[in-house]
């Protein structure tokens, strides 16, 4: 399978590939939230759940066996820095909702992650094939302190909006905030408008 380029969207948003403020690195620097969390494959469990017709659960074995989609993407960090041409090999948003069956009703997504860390964007802004579950990265297994076993990549977005050692995702009805969302980070967190914070 070949590698999609998708590094044109700052396109969609009239914008230049490397957005204002930000600075291009080759480097990735780590930021999380807290230490990177244990995994232990034999009790990893991936989780969907809240407004849909059909909750899944995974195992580790199970999730790799999900069709993947290779990507090349850019990766903008809140803080300032962007990397770009990372080649992320994951499974695809839409594949999770479509096997999920996301009721008429659902409007917004939350992400769970092994360290209790949570994120939030709608549900139009999930339903990409941009949005990946990402199990690779440069042709290598996700290493954990960029959050393997399993985080999400969102390109559109600054990057607290892919949530790291991701384990579950909620479909809710109505909109919800993530940790960062609640204490002062943008909810919407365009790069292109430099949508980085707000205030409460």
Not at 24 to 42: I, W
Not at 48 to 54: K, N, Q, R, S
Not at 143 to 154: E, N, W
Request: charged content about 30%; some cysteine.
């Amino acid at each position: 399978m070949g590698v999609r380029d998708v590094t044109d969207i700052h396109e969609e948003f009239d914008g230049e590939r490397l957005p204002p403020g930000q600075r291009k690195t080759e480097r990735f620097p780590v930021l999380s939230l807290k230490d990177t969390p244990d995994f232990d494959p034999g009790e990893w469990e991936f989780t969907v759940h809240g407004a849909v017709d059909e909750p899944l659960r995974y195992s580790w074995e199970e999730f790799q066996e999900l069709p993947t989609d290779t990507q090349r993407q850019d990766f903008h960090c809140v803080t300032g820095w962007s990397r770009f041409d990372n080649e992320f090999r994951g499974v695809t948003f839409p594949e999770i909702a479509e096997r999920a069956g996301v009721e008429d009703d659902a409007v917004h997504v939350m992400f769970g992650a092994m360290d209790g860390y949570t994120t939030n964007l709608p549900l139009d802004e999930c339903m990409r094939q941009e949005v990946l579950f990402v199990l690779d990265l440069d042709g290598n297994p996700l290493p954990s302190d960029h959050g393997g076993p399993l985080r999400v990549v969102t390109p559109h977005k600054y990057a607290y909006k892919g949530a790291k050692w991701v384990d579950s995702v909620t479909f809710l009805t109505e909109a919800e905030r993530g940790y960062w969302e609640k204490r002062g980070y943008s909810n919407t967190a365009n790069p292109w408008n430099e949508e980085r914070y707000t205030t409460l």
